[in-house]
């Protein structure tokens, strides 16, 4: 099955209900910017954190670019979770003035 893919303004709507947002890039990467209401899980690490993740709401996936965040998606979804993917990843997110922010105080997307 295919996922479903999402647009940042999409994935915004579905985190103002009662998604969640996991941001699958590496730490460097989030430091630099993301999505205040994200939770970092590295792709590599996902397998070990299934279990914080809840299967009776949806999973938005996002990355830098969407990449990633689709292979986590397709790992999720053959774990039994209903999720989507960011299309464009942070890019598109950060592209459309939607809320990020950075340790530093200067986010961006690099």
């Known amino acids: 099955m295919a996922i479903r893919e999402v647009t940042a303004l ?4 579905l985190l103002d ?6 941001d699958v890039r590496q730490p460097g990467e989030w430091d630099a910017g993301h ?3 994200a939770t970092l899980i590295p792709l ?5 954190h299934l279990d914080e993740l809840p299967k009776d709401r949806v999973i938005v996936c996002a990355c ?6 689709l292979r986590a998606a397709t790992f999720l979804d053959e774990n ?14 950060f592209a459309e003035d939607l809320p990020f922010e ?3 105080g200067e986010a961006s997307i690099e």
């Open 102 to 104: 950075s340790d530093d």
């Open 10 to 13: 999409e994935a915004l709507e």
């Open 80 to 93: 039994g979770f209903d999720v989507v993917n960011l299309t464009g990843g942070m890019i598109a997110w």
């Open 35 to 37: 999505a205040p209401m």
């Open 64 to 69: 830098r670019s969407g990449g990633r965040s």
């Open 17 to 22: 209900g009662d998604a969640v947002l996991i």
């Open 44 to 48: 590599a690490e996902l397998p070990d």
